[in-house]
Nanobody, 119 residues
Framework: QVQLVESGGGLVQAGGSLRLSCAAS????????MGWYRQAPGKQRELVAS???????NYGDSVQGRFTISTDNAENTVYLQMNSLEPEATPVYYC?????????????WGPGTPVTVSS
């Protein structure tokens, strides 16, 4: 059974740093890529960062230069290092993994972890 478990969210002061982790139990599937989205109250979910199995990365414009995504392939874990955090409406960060087998590719999502940046 596929399961994604996020950790590392919480409260941090503006300008501070936080590191999110997401461990995937992928069953028989292989991982094509993993990443993070976030959603603030009343807003659409937006891409924060993604990374492919070939380590190609992509970042949302608002986090470019401040956030870094990385993976531990042996542990099926993706990390999001967030620096210079800015105060904003408390978003929930969602981890996802694109998993595939011989027949299909589909995205799986974690339950989300909130990040609060105090001013």
């Amino acid at each position: 059974q596929v399961q994604l478990v996020e950790s590392g969210g919480g409260l941090v002061q503006a300008g501070g740093s936080l590191r999110l982790s997401c461990a995937a139990s992928r069953g028989i599937f292989s991982i094509a890529g993993m990443g993070w989205y976030r959603q603030a109250p009343g807003k659409q979910r937006e891409l924060v960062a993604s990374i492919t199995s070939e380590s190609r990365t992509n970042y949302g414009d608002s986090v470019q230069g401040r956030f870094t995504i990385s993976t531990d392939n042996a542990e099926n874990t993706v990390y999001l290092q967030m620096n210079s955090l800015e105060p904003e409406a408390t978003p929930v960060y969602y981890c996802y993994a694109d998993l595939y087998d011989a027949l299909v590719t589909r995205a799986y999502w974690g339950p989300g972890t909130p990040v609060t940046v105090s001013s």
